[in-house]
């Protein structure tokens, strides 16, 4: 079983719709961080958060320790929010463990 | 700055040749890393470094070699490469230590290993 577990693998959705997206991971942690990354484009940076709810934007991340769970909701979804998203939890200093990611496809 | 940046974006080898993967910042960051992405997996770590002359092995290292003679740099070395290296490489790089450090993610080197 992979540390960390993404759902779903892939989601398409109409412009417009509330997303989210689901992270699991099954080791202690010391952050969790939330990733995006563009067809043919590089890894950006969207989230870190070790506690609580954080909101940028239409974006939001949420998480529970005690579930060692995590969420990454995209309010009022639109075509350019189609990307990979990838969820990765810190073990301590800069290591990080990757889920395989989630591809979204948002249809206008 | 041009934060972190990788060349060449794209190449084709043969089994067997050797090649040198670029990777540079300019944010003086101590940590830098190399991951490979293959599909339906997450990313994996094959090397990294927390400072100049300080390399260490991540979860993926074989068939690779890294050095680190200075902040700015850190080449990623494929000795022979074999069609299993065939994958996207992304060079990261943050602050080192603590616990809640950004890595910052170059563009890609998408390698392609006939």
């Known amino acids: 079983k992979n540390e960390v577990e993404q759902s779903p693998q892939n989601l398409t959705a109409q412009e417009g719709e509330f997303i989210t997206i689901n992270c699991s991971y099954s080791?202690?942690?010391?952050?969790l961080h939330w990733l995006q990354q563009h067809p043919g484009g590089g890894i950006v940076s969207l989230f870190m958060?070790?506690?609580g709810k954080k909101k940028h934007g239409r974006l939001i991340a949420t998480i529970n320790i005690q579930e060692k769970h995590s969420s990454l909701h995209i309010t009022a979804s639109h075509p350019r929010d189609s990307a990979v998203y990838i969820c990765a939890v810190g073990r301590g200093g800069n290591k990080l463990v990757f889920g395989a990611g989630t591809i979204l496809r948002v249809k206008s | 700055n041009a934060g972190v940046t990788q060349t060449p974006k794209f190449q084709v080898l043969k089994t067997g040749q050797s090649m040198t993967l670029q990777c540079a910042q300019d944010m003086n960051h101590e940590y830098m890393s190399w991951y490979r992405q293959d599909p339906g997996m997450g990313l994996r770590l094959i090397h990294y470094s927390v400072g100049a002359g300080i390399t260490d092995q991540g979860e993926v290292p074989n068939g690779y070699n890294v050095s680190r003679s200075t902040t700015e740099d850190f080449p990623l070395r494929l000795l022979s490469a074999a069609p299993s290296q065939t994958s996207v490489y992304f060079c990261?790089?943050?602050?080192?230590?603590?616990?809640?450090?950004?890595?910052?993610f170059g563009p890609g080197t998408r390698l392609t290993v006939l």
């Open positions: 080791v202690g942690i010391s952050a």
């Open positions: 990261a790089s943050g602050l080192a230590g603590g616990t809640y450090n950004e890595q910052f």
């Open positions: 958060l070790s506690s």
